[in-house]
Each structure stands twice: as structure tokens, then as C-alpha cells.
T-cell receptor, first 116, second 113 residues
Framework: AQTVTQSQPEMSVQEAETVTLSCTYDTSESDYYLFWYKQPPSRQMILVIRQEAYKQQNATENRFSVNFQKAAKSFSLKISDSQLGDAAMYFCAYRSIGGGSEKLVFGKGTKLTVNP | GAVVSQHPSWVICKSGTSVKIECRSLDFQATTMFWYRQFPKQSLMLMATSNEGSKATYEQGVEKDKFLINHASLTLSTLTVTSAHPEDSSFYIC?????????FGPGTRLTVT
């Protein structure tokens, strides 16, 4: 079974600075999806970014980018120019491709605090 | 983008009663929906996968007789917590798939007194 590990329960960053959240995963599959989700205090889960494992190019969405290292099974999230609205829980998630399973496997999350 | 709604957003019920939570995909059809449970300051725990027109698939350790799931249409799945007890108090989140993405509902806070 696949597992996702987020080793940083909490992180903090100064407004306008850059922060990187870590995620590692374990799988024997060669093709899969990886996601970062944000859960603000409202508790609404919001998709931040998605990476397909077969793509070597790291995904980018505005101030959010990932460093995907397939061999190392690492998938970190970089938030540039941090804003107060970025404060939230961030969850890394894994999803298999094919096999009829669309289940997400979540890490335990990292709480990000943004200091003004 | 795809929108998923949940109703109610917050419900309080007495111990021993049943409560139903609805999950709707508002602007798309979802053959598969998922139900999660989230305890405070913890991650999402998948409870079951809901498939339209068939029985739900429950994760190991989830009591299927306690958490009844019905997916009667392509836009609606319901979770019924039967004979609720205080330990069932939690935050329940549903999601629905569209274009290979999972879109999440805003969640339902259940408090059992």
C-alpha cells in the first residue's frame, strides 16, 4: 500500500518570504498523481497543485511550485512571496492511475503560519 | 470549476438518533464520491467510496451498518450515521471526481450530545 509522509507538523514563514513544505511517499507503481491540498480555517479543501509522475517538468501555479524527485520519492511544495492568506493546513496526497481506484492517500499535514 | 455542496454544514443530534448528511455535485455528474472523516488537527481519513447505482465500498475498520451510504443519482450521495453516539462527533467531508480531479465539499460538523 502507498504511504505519504509529511515530516513537518508545523512551519512558519514571514510575509513575502519563501517557504518549502516537505513530502515523501512510498509506492511500487511507476505512474501516479501527486497533489498538494490547502485546508484553511474554513476547512474547505482546496487543490493547490498537481503533478503527474510521468512528467519530468515540475508543476507550477503562480506562487506555488513543486520539486518532484521521482527517484527519491520526494514531492516538496515551495510557496514564494508568502501571503497572510496562505496560512492553512497543507496536505500532500497520492493517487494511483488506473486499476479503477481514484482514492487519495493523504499525509498527516503541515500547519503553515504566516507572520506579518 | 466543479462545485460540491454538503448539507447541513453543522448538525447537533441526541445520542441514539440517526442523522443524514447530503453531498451534491452542483454542476457535474459524479459516478464516484468519497466520504472522509477528520478529527481535530488530523488528516482526512477515507471512510468509503460511493458508486452510483451500486453498494459503497468501505475502508477497513469502518462499520458499514453504522455509516450507511447511498448514491442514488449521479449528483447525490448521502451518509447516514445511525444510532449516533458522542464518539461519532467529528467533521465529515465528501468529495466527487470530475475530469480525474477530486473536488471537496465544505464539510459537515456533527456533534452528538
Amino acid at each position: 500500500a502507498q504511504t505519504v509522509t509529511q515530516s513537518q507538523p508545523e512551519m512558519s514563514v514571514q510575509e513575502a518570504e519563501t517557504v518549502t513544505l516537505s513530502c515523501t511517499y512510498d509506492t511500487s507503481e511507476s505512474d501516479y498523481y501527486l497533489f498538494w491540498y490547502k485546508q484553511p480555517p474554513s476547512r474547505q479543501m482546496i487543490l493547490v497543485i498537481r503533478q503527474e509522475a510521468y512528467k519530468q517538468q515540475n508543476a507550477t501555479e503562480n506562487r506555488f511550485s513543486v520539486n518532484f524527485q521521482k527517484a527519491a520519492k520526494s514531492f516538496s511544495l515551495k510557496i514564494s512571496d508568502s501571503q497572510l492568506g496562505d496560512a492553512a493546513m497543507y496536505f500532500c496526497a497520492y493517487r494511483s492511475i488506473g486499476g479503477g481506484s481514484e482514492k487519495l492517500v493523504f499525509g498527516k499535514g503541515t500547519k503553515l503560519t504566516v507572520n506579518p | 470549476g466543479a462545485v460540491v455542496s454538503q448539507h447541513p454544514s453543522w448538525v447537533i443530534c441526541k445520542s441514539g438518533t440517526s442523522v443524514k448528511i447530503e453531498c451534491r455535485s452542483l454542476d457535474f455528474q459524479a459516478t464516484t464520491m468519497f466520504w472522509y472523516r477528520q478529527f481535530p488537527k488530523q488528516s482526512l481519513m477515507l471512510m468509503a467510496t460511493s458508486n452510483e447505482g451500486s453498494k459503497a465500498t468501505y475502508e477497513q475498520g469502518v462499520e458499514k451498518d453504522k455509516f450507511l451510504i447511498n448514491h442514488a443519482s449521479l449528483t447525490l450521495s448521502t451518509l447516514t450515521v445511525t444510532s449516533a453516539h458522542p464518539e461519532d462527533s467529528s467533521f465529515y467531508i465528501c468529495s466527487a471526481t470530475a475530469d480525474y480531479e477530486q473536488y471537496f465539499g465544505p464539510g459537515t460538523r456533527l456533534t452528538v450530545t
